[in-house]
């Protein structure tokens, strides 16, 4: 579907103006300094700046900034992919939410609220919707050790939330973890929204980073709730610990240190047939789904073979038993997001 399409729809069932407030109280980091308002692959990969290269106040309120901004105040939103932004629940989502403040000028006078860091590709595992191999850039890394106290720390005095780390794992990144201690001590107010492959999201690592009692959401990205095909995907992973973290999650979540406990799921040609096991799960753990197309990062070799794995197309010879699966009752649970792209609106 085209944007305008999805907009129209989204406003026949809002009953008014779509509208977006990331642009205007979120900002992402890359590994390599880019920066970004919202997830590359959701924006066309249109970035705000790099960090390494100018300062945060330049790319807050820079040009390219402003520009992206006006697209979200004429409704356009020209730069962005919403087949694959918007879920189902998108009604829920707090992004969209009709009480958020209207912003009507490209220039924003505070500093954002919610600031994703996705600064180190540092992973023990390798997903292989995501990588081929272990990924670690020490040159990147130094630079963001030498920007915590000149850029990041600053750059956080109006944050509610904190993010990390979209680019690798938290728990095996030193950089993160000493970001994390650094935050903790300066902003004690901060909510921390991780996420994690699982295995090391123990009850031992939240307490030594000290988030206990900070957190927000955990987001676990698994994509597989078998252990045969958990392997194929995550290579080094372990299935074992995985759920045995998983359990302290959901007791953590019931007992109200978390606000939101999220499951992540990329759909692909190797799990498809699982999503309805995957929901059940999350189901009894008390967490929400978030099902995911397979998109190409450029980091993995099946990126190269997307329409043989990309069973979500119609285009795939599998396609119908996709379709079969996709329409079960159960994907019509509350807590269960499945974007545009895997079933329009």
Known sequence: MENSEII??????????????????????????KVYSCCPSLVNKYTFGNIFEQSYQEIWNGEKAKAFRQTFIDG???FCDLNSCI?????????????????????????????????????????????????????????????????????LKNAETVYLNGAGELFASNLCKKLVKKITSVYPNIKFDIITNGTLASKENFEELGLIGKLQSVEVSMHSVHRDTYA???????????????????????????????????????????????????????ATTNFWEYRPWGQAEMDKHYDEVAVFEPSHPDYHKYVDIINNEIFKSPNCNINAKLRPL
């Open 8 to 33: 129209k729809h989204a406003e026949e069932i809002l009953g008014e103006k779509f509208r977006c407030i990331v642009p205007f109280e979120h900002l992402m980091f890359f590994q390599d300094g």
């Open 87 to 155: 879920t189902k629940n998108f009604k829920d989502d707090p992004r969209f939410n009709p009480r958020n403040k209207v912003y009507d000028s490209v220039e924003v006078d505070t500093l954002p609220k919610m600031v994703h860091l996705n600064i180190d590709e540092t992973c023990n595992a390798r997903c292989v919707t995501c990588r081929d191999k272990n990924l670690s850039n020490p040159e990147w890394i130094k630079k963001y050790e030498e920007n915590i106290d000149k850029t990041l720390i600053p750059l």
């Open 76 to 78: 356009t939103f020209k």
């Open 232 to 286: 194929k995907i995550v290579r080094g992973g372990d299935f074992d610990k995985l759920m045995q973290n998983l359990y302290f999650l959901s007791d953590m979540k019931k007992s109200g240190q978390l606000n939101f406990l999220w499951l992540n799921f990329v759909v692909s040609i190797y799990n498809y047939q699982e999503m309805i096991d995957f929901q059940r799960l999350a189901n009894a753990l008390g």
